[in-house]
């Protein structure tokens, strides 16, 4: 071949290669250029971290959560309040909560898939921030704790008046009964879930009382975060000597029926022992961490990166790592789907304004998000708004969720009852 072809051979060559250079997709983002939430509070000793990928590409169906206004107007409007369902006889139980007029609540209630029933005003006193759990082995739904009634930071008298609560009651249906006030220490703002392999509730963490923070002796002021695992038998407490996730308040949990273990998300811990007011976050920690307990020890659950998608010459992220740090959110395990489904909540500062509105001091979240055992996929909702401090169990007699209460960003108290649903939906494009 003459040697002017073999010139001209390789300029179309390197013509060509640069013509399919340009119309290259370019790397996506790096992690570090992303809004990705951070993982927060990884603890040594006996607590494992368990690494996971990211699929190149989005999930295919994320799906959609759809609420309706099931009822409104009764009950009352309140947030802080405990929910739980009962399986054995096919209802949620709700008791106490704080109202629209500032008076914390002593009743309880019960919803049948069409209407609550107001069932008892006796039993526990009137509380807040306390947290229940329907013990499937024994028939009856577990309280423990909160904050009792009268003015909030008059120090109790007894177990029976003003103060933090260190009782545990149980209701079965017909009456509650006082179990014991030994055991875990007083506090609120903790989480409870049934572990139904162990046969056991399980509560971790929570907030004690700033005066119950105070060293009389050496007049230090302690942190009011706990950091601590107790399981309940039906007889009594057991502290478990385990290392876990970082002592934090406002946290939820959800027991994962078909992996076995019980899913913790999120929380808030003061970071400055000069700041003791909780509605004052300026020096808090928000959590965006995921652990798994499997009954011996706690287990986190690293984030995968933010997925993306090329599309008209450019990367759009269309998922976070996770749920971006928060608290006061609720979390449930839908059996339908098999998946742990996260909504709402606070976060107690600044952020991205694509999951929240402004307000109370942060943002306050509309986003849902569910956990596979691997990771957190985004979901989209219909029927609902920013809100926290509400309460979600899943109805498994209706396969429903069932989401009562709460606060808005102007700190509206809500006082409708939403069902919700989440039938296959399409994927959810995020912000870039």
């Known amino acids: 071949m003459p040697q002017v072809s073999w010139v001209r051979w390789i300029a179309v ?221 039906g007889e009594r407490w057991t502290k478990r000597n385990v290392s876990g996730p970082k002592a934090r308040w406002g946290h939820a949990m959800a027991y994962d029926s078909k992996r076995g273990v019980v899913v913790l998300f999120g929380g808030i811990a003061e970071k400055s022992l000069s700041n003791p007011d909780p509605s004052n976050s300026i020096n808090d920690q928000v959590f965006g961490d995921t652990w798994t307990w499997d009954g011996e020890n706690w287990t986190q659950r690293a984030s995968p990166p933010a997925k993306w998608r090329y599309e008209r010459n450019e990367w759009v992220q269309i998922g976070e790592s996770g749920p971006p740090p928060r608290a006061f959110h609720s979390m449930v395990y839908d059996e339908e789907r098999g998946t742990v489904i996260l909504y709402g909540g606070y976060n107690g500062r600044g952020g991205s304004d694509t999951y929240g509105l402004r307000g109370w001091g942060g943002w306050l979240f509309e986003d849902a998000w569910e956990w596979d055992g691997e990771q957190w996929k985004p979901l989209m909702t219909t029927g609902i708004g920013p809100v926290r401090h509400h309460q979600m169990v899943y109805d498994a007699a209706r396969k429903a969720l069932v989401a009562f209460g709460g606060l808005t960003r102007d700190d509206t108290v809500l006082g409708d009852t939403l069902t919700g649903t989440a039938p296959a939906g399409k994927p959810v494009r995020g912000s870039k």
């Open 13 to 233: 060559v390197a013509g060509f290669a640069l013509l399919v250079g340009c119309d290259r997709k370019p790397s996506p983002p790096t992690a570090e250029g992303a809004h990705v939430s951070a993982v927060a509070g990884a603890s040594a000793g006996s607590a494992t971290q368990a690494a996971t990928s990211a699929p190149a590409e989005p999930p295919s169906s994320p799906g959609i959560i759809v609420f309706d206004k099931s009822a409104t107007g009764y009950p009352s409007a309140r947030y802080a309040h405990a929910m739980t369902y009962d399986s054995k006889r096919g209802v949620v139980v709700m008791m106490g909560g704080y109202d629209a007029q500032d008076k914390r609540n002593v009743s309880t209630l019960e919803w049948d898939g069409a209407k609550w029933t107001h069932v008892s005003k006796d039993g526990p006193i009137p509380r807040e921030q306390h947290a229940m759990a329907f013990d499937v082995a024994r028939g009856v739904t577990v309280l423990f704790g909160g904050y009792g009634t009268g003015k909030p930071h008059d120090p109790p008298a007894s177990e029976y008046e003003t103060g933090v609560k260190s009782e545990t009651w149980t209701w079965d249906g017909k009456a509650w009964s006082l179990r014991t006030s030994k055991g875990p220490q007083a506090r609120y703002w903790h989480a409870m879930v049934y572990d139904a392999p162990r046969e056991s509730v399980l509560m971790f963490g929570g907030r004690i009382h700033i005066d119950d923070a105070l060293d009389d002796r050496t007049g230090v002021r302690r942190p009011v975060q706990l950091g601590d695992t107790w399981t309940w038998d």
